[in-house]
């Protein structure tokens, strides 16, 4: 398995913009498949992107799309998460997660995950 350490997080206004890393321990992290989830009070998780071990190809929830922006650095063993134009409903606690499979929105196939890390968008 893959440890994973997200950092990033904070209070950001309605509208505001912040940029979520996490950095992951291990030789083989560019053969993980790599996701985002989060989870606000009282929630179920959910997820939120995931990348292939390349970059090539991405999937992101609805409530998302077109506002936040999943990437990778191979070289750095490190996958980012840029959210735009936030709003109140993004807060959340936010986990990334590793699989060594095909991207899957699905949080039971991932393998190993974070500590999260707190957003929280005020209005």
């Known amino acids: 398995q893959v440890q994973l350490a997200e950092s990033g997080g904070g209070l950001v206004q309605a509208g505001g913009s912040l940029r979520l890393s996490c950095a992951a321990s291990?030789?083989?992290?560019?053969?993980?498949?790599m996701g985002w989830f989060r989870q606000a009070p009282g929630k179920e998780r959910e997820f939120v992107a995931t990348?292939?071990?390349?970059?090539?190809?991405?999937l992101y929830a609805d409530s998302v799309k077109g506002r936040f922006t999943i990437s990778r650095d191979n070289t750095k063993s490190t996958v980012y998460l840029q959210m735009n134009s936030l709003k109140p409903e993004d807060t959340a606690v936010y986990y990334c997660?590793?699989?060594?499979?095909?991207?899957?929105?699905?949080?039971?196939?991932?393998?190993?995950w974070g500590q999260g890390t707190q957003v929280t968008v005020s209005s």
């Open positions: 997660a590793a699989r060594r499979a095909f991207i899957s929105a699905s949080s039971r196939e991932y393998d190993s």
């Open positions: 291990g030789r083989t992290f560019s053969s993980y498949t």
């Open positions: 990348i292939t071990w390349s970059g090539g190809s991405t």
